[in-house]
């Protein structure tokens, strides 16, 4: 019974592990979603954003000592900014070319921006100072047994399902989301009937690029280390997310980051730490398998 009881507990411990990491993977891959979903475009520099918001909201608090929130906030509204400037830069004068010329250029903004990261902030992982952050962060919020929910995975989670809804709505009951839809559905049709085509792609990424950003830094908290490669990974996790619920879906972004942090967090629990990334390539090799269109995605047809 006792052993029971221990595994119990760990399963739960585990669980509420997953569903936190799942939450911020949720953040990342609704960039990856909004963008595909406006301009069937995979932007591959999008783990960039994330690794920049973890090291700017790390210069405002470390550095610059700005308080917490108020460098969350700031951070975020930079990594917005910097989503308008990246699609302005190097997308929009790629809009009319095939395909592969855009994703050969998001795979090298990717390249550029780790490596930019590097000469700024150089190799070595860096960590929020704890004596900037809120105190509350490191108490418990909820225990039972050996399971606990710190107040900081509290504050991720809330922040995750805050975001998605406000999205959701967003996307669902107002003009810049009507926009949106009309955009990802026709861009000739919709800039004929009056929309700024153009603004409605900035617009998508600087929602996207500040939801990347805010996933940054509850990584940075949430694991204390934040280092110029750490986008890659992440980005290849989000990326498996957003395929898993099915890519230009906001619902499903949020369901497949979900699964996603389940199954990572308790295959490195009962199986081996070692393949914990290994997971997310298998899943995405999975689902693209059997479920092409995601577990709440829909197939369309092309009609010709």
């Known amino acids: 019974m006792e052993n029971l009881l221990e595994y119990s507990s760990l399963f739960l411990q585990q669980l509420v592990n997953g569903i936190t990491l799942g939450g911020v993977y949720a953040l990342i891959a609704v960039g990856y979603t909004m963008v595909y979903g406006v301009i069937q ?13 973890a090291f700017l909201a790390y210069t405002l608090v470390a550095i610059l000592g700005l308080p917490f929130f108020a460098a969350f906030v700031l951070t975020i509204l930079i990594c917005a900014c910097f989503g308008i400037i990246l699609d302005f830069v190097a997308y929009r004068p790629l809009r009319k070319a095939p ?26 992982i860096k960590s929020y100072p704890r004596e900037a952050l809120p105190d509350i962060f490191f108490k418990t919020a909820w225990s039972a047994g050996d399971v606990t929910l710190s107040w900081l995975q509290v504050f991720i989670l809330s922040i995750t399902v805050l975001c998605m809804a406000i999205l959701h709505l967003t ?31 900035s617009f998508t990424f600087a929602i996207g690029s500040a939801m990347g950003g805010m996933a940054g830094i509850l990584v940075g908290l949430y694991y204390n280390a934040i280092f110029p490669t750490m986008g890659y990974i992440a980005g290849i996790k989000a990326f498996a997310a957003a395929v898993l619920g099915g890519i230009g879906s906001v619902p499903g972004a949020m369901l497949g980051g979900g699964v996603l942090g389940i199954a990572e967090v308790i295959g490195a629990g009962y199986i081996s730490s070692e393949y914990r990334d290994g997971i997310s390539y298998a899943v995405m090799i999975a689902v693209i398998l059997f479920k092409p269109s995601g577990l709440i995605g829909r197939q369309v047809r092309e009609k010709v």
């Open 41 to 53: 475009l995979i932007n591959f520099a999008h783990g960039e954003i994330y690794m920049l918001g």
């Open 99 to 124: 395909r592969l010329a855009a994703l050969i250029t998001a795979i090298g903004m990717s390249i550029f921006l780790q490596n930019l990261a590097l000469m700024i902030w150089g190799s070595q």
């Open 171 to 201: 996307i669902r009951r107002t003009r810049i989301g009507t926009a949106m839809r009309a955009v990802s559905q026709d861009k000739a049709t919709a800039a004929l009937m009056g929309i700024g085509v153009n603004r409605v792609i």
